[in-house]
């Protein structure tokens, strides 16, 4: 079919030409795929969600829920979304992390026009490959109203051994809409990255586990000896999480869903967008908290509790320190099928431009901001430099990439001249956004298609 516009260029202080006008996208026409073993619908829609105890919230969510409902699927299914748009402004579904085709993908403007108020649109992929992901808005500030669910393909075989598995998200909450609103009914706002303008800020002010705040935790009741799985989603807009169960180890064993050699740890950090699976053993009978803080301060983390042998007193908090997990740490289990010297390089500093609250990738902010070109089967390497004082996760969309011997598709790049080098294989046509998942950099100017040609 036929695209939309492109989207608004920001007014403001960007540092690019004023006359730039960003390329308008076209997705390869999608390879029909089988019948679908899974159907679904999740209608997105404005609603009143319960945090705890006299909190309550207007926010936008799917199928009237926050956390979204779990999409759970079988390796190999062909599973069919139908999004409908019961929200009064355009929106859109992002699968994040899955490699799925690029006009399934979800982005604005680059895979497709938003679905307008009262559409739908049918979303087609194959669950692939195994692991934990999360499903969200990809349109302005939608996915810190809400907007957002697990999404878990299940592995024919796992290459650890379980007993039960949870799926716990973290997120960062809002008492108020997220301001200036990009998605506030207006069609054709949809809100991208760069159109707001300067002055996006993260009015956020607390920590979520499971959609409910600390003074509310979910009760994991469990039984001694098991083994549990746990699939954490780092789901929040702004907040790095760092996670610690007390009295007991973790062991890693997956990242973005991708399986490595299993590493014990105390305590783990994790950024926006970022998968992480950990296996417990029940070996510690008592009545323990689990928590994700701020990974600057630790002010009311993000909270749950895991109680067994009887023990039903106060959970006992977690003292933190220890060994906390390192990037290092971590060897894919997967074929990597990315090694030795790249075919195309991009040296890419990430900043934030003078006084404004813009934020640029290679001195542009998107949309106002030249596709990142590569050709398929091409060996590619982003060599990241970070130019601010804050952390940025970074997100490749239809891809993994290679970092050290590890495989991921987030990965946060340190602040104060960072310093990450990406590689991956050019080997799902299209456009594909790569972006902060900071989502307030993201909508200030943090992003760049890779686009190929
Ligand atoms: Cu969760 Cu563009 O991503
Ligand atoms: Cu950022």
Not at 181 to 189: A, E, H, K, P, Y
Not at 375 to 380: A, L, P
């Amino acid at each position: 079919g036929g695209r939309g516009p492109s989207p608004p260029i920001g007014e403001g202080d960007q540092d690019s030409d004023e006359t730039f006008n960003p390329p308008t996208y076209t997705p390869p026409e999608p390879t029909p795929l089988p019948d679908p073993d899974v159907k679904r619908t999740l209608r997105a829609t404005a609603a009143t969600i319960t945090l705890g105890p006299n909190a309550t919230s207007q926010s936008w969510v799917y199928d009237g829920q926050y956390v979204g409902p779990e999409l759970r699927v079988s390796e190999g299914d062909i599973v069919e979304v139908a999004l409908q748009n019961d929200l009064p402004a355009v929106t859109t579904t992002h699968w994040h992390g899955i490699p799925l085709q690029n006009a399934m993908d979800g982005v604005p403007y680059v895979t497709q026009d938003p679905v307008t108020r009262g559409s739908s649109f049918t979303y087609t992929f194959r669950a692939e490959p195994p692991g934990t992901y999360f499903y969200h808005s990809h349109v302005g500030l939608q996915l810190d109203r809400g907007l957002l669910g697990p999404l878990i393909i299940e592995e024919d075989d796992p290459h650890i051994d379980y007993d039960r598995e949870f799926t716990v998200i973290f997120d960062d909450y809002l008492n108020q809409p997220p301001e200036p609103l990009s998605d506030d009914g207006r069609d054709g706002m949809g809100g991208m990255g760069g159109m707001m303008g300067s002055d996006v800020r993260p009015p956020y002010t607390g920590l979520l586990a499971d959609g409910r705040l600390p003074s509310n935790p979910r009760t994991l009741d469990v039984a001694e000896g098991e083994r549990i799985r746990f699939r954490f989603v780092n789901a929040a807009s702004a907040t790095e999480f760092r996670t610690r169960l007390a009295g007991h180890q973790m062991t890693v064993s997956h990242v973005d869903g991708r399986p490595v050699d299993p590493v014990p740890v105390d305590e783990f950090v994790f950024g926006p967008g970022e998968r992480y699976d950990a296996v417990v053993e029940l070996t510690n009978p008592g009545a323990w908290q689990l928590r994700a803080a701020a990974v600057k301060g630790d002010e009311s983390p993000a909270r749950l509790d895991v109680r067994y042998g009887g023990h039903d007193g106060t959970p006992q908090a977690p003292d933190w320190g220890g060994r906390r997990l390192q990037y290092h740490d971590l060897h894919a289990r997967d074929k990597i099928s990315v090694s030795g010297s790249p075919d195309r390089v991009y040296d890419l500093t990430l900043s934030r431009a003078g006084r404004s609250y813009t934020w640029l990738i290679d001195g542009q902010a998107y949309p106002n901001a030249e596709p990142l070109d590569i050709r398929e089967g091409e060996h590619v390497r982003f060599r990241l430099r970070n130019h601010s004082p804050v952390t940025h996760p970074m997100h490749l969309h239809g891809h993994f990439f290679r970092v050290g011997d590890a495989l991921m598709d987030t990965i946060r790049v340190p602040g104060h001249m960072g310093q990450v080098s990406l590689d991956f294989r050019a080997d799902n046509p299209g456009n594909w956004l790569f972006h902060c998942h900071n989502l307030y950099h993201l909508e200030s100017g943090m992003a760049r298609v890779i686009r190929y040609v």
